[in-house]
């Protein structure tokens, strides 16, 4: 134990510095001799316990307390250690180690004090954050809880005074939101979600004012789309409105492949997809790095801007080579050029336009996409049938001008400026359209006779309504559009009930097929006869109704014969200005039979040069034939 001792004494005196070893006197005290021998540093445990214990200051304070405490004593230890230094030499070589071991162990224990201090901060802290995580957790609970307890477990309406109170500030649009959602959580399940005493009728005129408030739609529009779609569907259908269709390019292949132009593009930095299956044409355009309306492909015509919605009624048209087409509304040309392509520049296509200032972007797109057999023309489509004859064109594309309900994405004002009577007015157009292009086309064509209705409208009057009125006043019947997607057209709607082949129309909606809303129906001409059925409004073209002027006269001659033959007093009737016949009693005078004569003279007059008239339009007719027929000829040469 004597020469362990000394070992130590030697280690300690060797680590020393040499202040000490001039300064302090070879007259130490026996006193501190002991207390240097009975020194020994704190276990791991007992640090762990204390540092538990005291706060980190006064661990510190203690820390430093020590290390002086330490170099007090070390220093009277290490003077101690020098008288007995040069009796133990030759043990000073063999005790090294030891001293290694000794004050590696020390400083060990040092650095060992400073990282479980800081450990221990790391430990109180993860755990204070910990509690302060549960107890938020647990306040959150609590309070929803509470918030449950206080509603009530059946969704009620809001009463007058509520509304009332919502009228008067502005509108709450979380507390719309939330009402809209249940209201159409009771509707879609009302048997079993009905609360007591209250009507269907009730929940939908609240769901009524609650979207038109929230999504800025006027009442008429609204209250259509509600009556035409069940609540849930309703509601896909009016956030698909709020949100852009992707924006989709038509290759125009007289000039390139899909494939080729899809190649240039991405090399461009253009990102894109084909656009789906059913089209072997159109590309999908998500983001670009250039402007796609302004690349050199799109300025040497490779393709088209063109929604994917509009490729539905040209698909539906299907024209063939070598024919006569119509385009009845043909600006701003993306339609034309897709005909003229799958026609690949044979045959002849008329493209109407009635407004002068969209015939400039019309033959832009013709020239810039390189279509050559096309004729741009400026009438009103009520007028064409007189303008290129009867039954001469094989095929008729009639994109009808329409309310546009279908595309509110592009154009927002269709939400309040479209009203009932504007509905009513775009159907009686679109009435004297397909009447128009009925009679344009020839129903005895070897390839063609076929009509191509469509609008970007949903509403049932502007497309069921039309072709149910055209299939009762033209000879014609509804073929499958060969198209393989899409939902079937209304047969029925309110108290409407239309023709059962309605359901081979074709009806496209943004929440089902991801493009603007789309109606197409596709018609085949039968023969060339007219036929009118009883108690429909009749609804004349201009040609008609001139035509019909001609003939009044035929009429008031019957109405007098027939009153005659019934052995009652004669009327005379005269036109006015309108054409409204107004009855003119007058006495039964017998014995004046002059004023009957003078009275039956005009009327055979008129008859004559009403027949007179009939046979210039017949020969009219057979000259028009006659020239159709030289110019098929010369085009099948």
């Known amino acids: 134990m004597a020469t362990l001792t000394r070992n130590k004494k030697k280690g300690a005196k060797l680590q020393a510095p040499p202040l000490n070893k001039q300064t302090k006197s070879n007259t130490t005290t026996p006193q501190l001799k002991k207390a240097a021998k009975s020194y020994k540093p704190p276990l791991k445990k007992q640090r762990k316990g204390i540092s538990d214990e005291k706060p980190q200051e006064e661990e510190e304070e203690e820390v430093s307390e020590q290390s002086d405490e330490g170099d007090e004593l070390g220093s009277d230890f290490f003077s101690d250690g020098e008288e007995e230094v040069d009796d133990d030499d030759e043990e000073e070589e ?47 609970k609590d309070e929803l809880q509470m918030n449950i307890k206080e509603q009530p477990d059946e969704f009620r309406l809001p009463t007058k005074k509520e509304l009332e109170e919502e009228a008067s500030g502005p509108p709450d649009l979380p507390t719309l939101q939330t009402r809209i959602k249940e209201i159409v959580r009771v509707l879609s399940n009302f048997k079993d979600l009905r609360p007591e005493g209250v009507k269907r009728k009730e929940f939908v005129e609240q769901l009524k004012a609650d979207l038109g408030s929230y999504y800025g739609y006027n009442e008429f529009l609204i209250g259509t789309l509600v009556e035409m779609f069940p609540p849930v569907e309703l509601m896909e259908l009016i956030e698909a409105f709020e949100k852009q269709r992707p924006t989709s390019i038509r290759t125009n292949t007289l000039k390139t492949r899909r494939r080729d132009l899809a190649d240039v593009l991405l090399n461009r930095g ?4 084909p656009l789906s299956k059913w089209s072997k044409v159109g590309l999908v355009v998500y983001d670009s790095q250039v402007p796609i309306g302004a690349t050199p492909e799109y300025l040497a015509g490779f393709y088209m801007l063109q929604s994917a919605s509009s490729f539905l009624p040209v698909m539906a048209l299907a024209p063939r080579e070598n024919e006569r087409v119509v385009d009845m509304a043909a600006a701003p040309g993306g339609k034309t050029t897709y005909v003229a392509s799958l026609m690949k520049n044979t045959g002849i296509i008329y493209a109407n336009e009635m407004k002068v200032p969209r015939l400039k972007s019309l033959t832009a797109n013709l020239h810039r996409m390189g279509v050559t057999n096309t004729i741009v023309c400026n009438y009103d489509g009520r007028e064409l049938p007189k303008v290129f004859g009867q039954n001469s064109v094989d095929r008729v594309l009639l994109d009808a001008p329409c309310s546009g309900t279908g595309v509110i994405s592009k154009d927002e004002s269709v939400k309040t400026s479209k009203s ?44 069921e309504g039309v072709i149910d009125y055209a299939l009762k006043k033209r000879d014609v019947k509804l073929v499958p559009c060969g198209l393989d997607f899409g939902q079937a057209g209304f047969t029925r709607f309110r108290e409407h009930r239309f023709h059962p082949s309605l359901e081979k129309t074709r009806r496209f909606y943004p ?78 005078n017998q014995g004046n039979n002059n004023k009957n004569a003078n009275v039956k003279g005009p009327m055979k007059q008129k008859k004559k040069r009403s027949q007179w008239k009939a046979e210039i339009a017949q020969a009219r007719e057979d000259k028009r034939k006659v020239m159709r027929e030289n110019t098929k000829e010369s085009g099948r040469k």
């Open 511 to 588: 929440h089902v097929h991801n493009m603007d809303g789309f109606f197409v129906a596709k018609l085949k001409k039968m023969s060339n006869e007219t036929k009118a059925s009883e108690g429909d409004e009749p609804v004349e073209t201009k040609e008609q109704a001139q035509l019909s002027s001609d003939d009044d006269d035929e009429a008031i001659e019957k109405l007098e014969k027939s009153s005659g033959a019934s052995g009652k007093p004669k009327q005379d009737t005269k036109v006015d200005k309108n054409k409204r016949r107004i009855p003119i009693s007058k006495p039964n």
């Open 270 to 273: 253009v990102n894109l997809d």
């Open 94 to 140: 063999d005790t090294e180690p030891l001293d290694d071991d000794f004050l590696g162990g020390s400083d060990d224990e040092e650095g060992n004090l400073g990282s479980d201090s800081d450990s221990d901060d790391m430990v109180k802290k993860s755990k204070a954050i910990d509690e302060e995580r549960k107890r938020q957790e647990e306040d959150a």
């Open 420 to 463: 009932a009577n504007d509905i009513r007015k775009f159907a009686d157009l679109q009435k004297q359209l397909i009447l128009a292009a009925i009679d344009l086309v020839d129903a005895e064509s070897k390839t063609g006779g076929y009509i191509v209705y469509s609008t970007c409208s949903i509403m049932i009057p502007e497309n």
